[in-house]
T-cell receptor, first 113, second 113 residues
């Protein structure tokens, strides 16, 4: 029984570059969530999917951020024209609708130079 | 809007002793879940325990138990027989109707041998 996986685990990029992260949820889970966590803070919600539908997107998320979940399986989070303020840990979680406990992946740590 | 407050940025406990971490929340919803997650240094978020708001009985999970006071909107975590491996950041989280998690700022727990 594999858990949530995320790739890459670490990403260093230069300001202005685009980056894409991938999340593979627990296989039978139909909900998938993205959170961002900066140092010393709790995670903050970015967006979530039920199957392939993106049901909510945080107002904190600028137009530079986009997420997809084609076919309701894995998800990608893309950040365009990265800024230093985007440096954070990006966490992915999945759950089964109705049971509502979210299980987290190891995260992708992004550093924007 | 819902909020979660953890008023203890840091706590410490002697190995084998008991420690209680505090959490309060604010909501107008009647159907919600509360969670405690553990995040060891540089490691992923792990579910410790969950509580459904409609259940009066406090959740327990081995050495971990909660004191859920719904009227007071309080949700504290008690760790009994503390072990060195319990050292981590502990986050209290709330999930309401849309099931996205709203997080406190966390409590850093040190376990002294």
């Amino acid at each position: 029984d594999t858990g949530v996986s995320q790739d890459p685990r670490h990403k260093i990029t230069k300001r202005g570059q685009n980056v894409t992260f991938r999340c593979d949820p627990i296989s039978e889970h139909n909900r998938l969530y993205w959170y961002r966590q900066t140092l010393g803070q709790g995670p903050e919600f970015l967006t979530y999917f039920q199957n392939e539908a993106q049901l909510e997107k945080s107002r904190l998320l600028s137009d530079r951020f986009s997420a997809e979940r084609p076919k309701g399986s894995f998800s990608t989070l893309e950040i365009q024209r990265t800024e230093q303020g985007d440096s954070a840990m990006y966490l992915c979680a999945s759950s089964l609708a109705g049971l509502d406990t979210q299980y987290f992946g190891p995260g992708t740590r992004l550093t924007v130079l | 809007a819902q909020t979660v407050t953890q008023s203890q940025p840091e706590m410490s406990v002697q190995e084998a002793e008991t420690v209680t971490l505090s959490c309060t929340y604010d909501t107008s919803e009647s159907d919600y879940y509360l969670f405690w997650y553990k995040q060891p240094p540089s490691r992923q978020m792990i579910l410790v325990i969950r509580q459904e708001a409609y259940k009066q009985q406090n959740a327990t999970e081995n050495r971990f138990s909660v004191n859920f006071q719904k009227a007071a909107k309080s949700f504290s975590l008690k760790i009994s027989d503390s072990q060195l491996g319990d050292a981590a950041m502990y986050f209290c989280a709330y999930a309401g109707n849309n099931r996205k998690l709203i997080w406190g700022l966390g409590t850093s727990l040190a376990v002294n041998p």
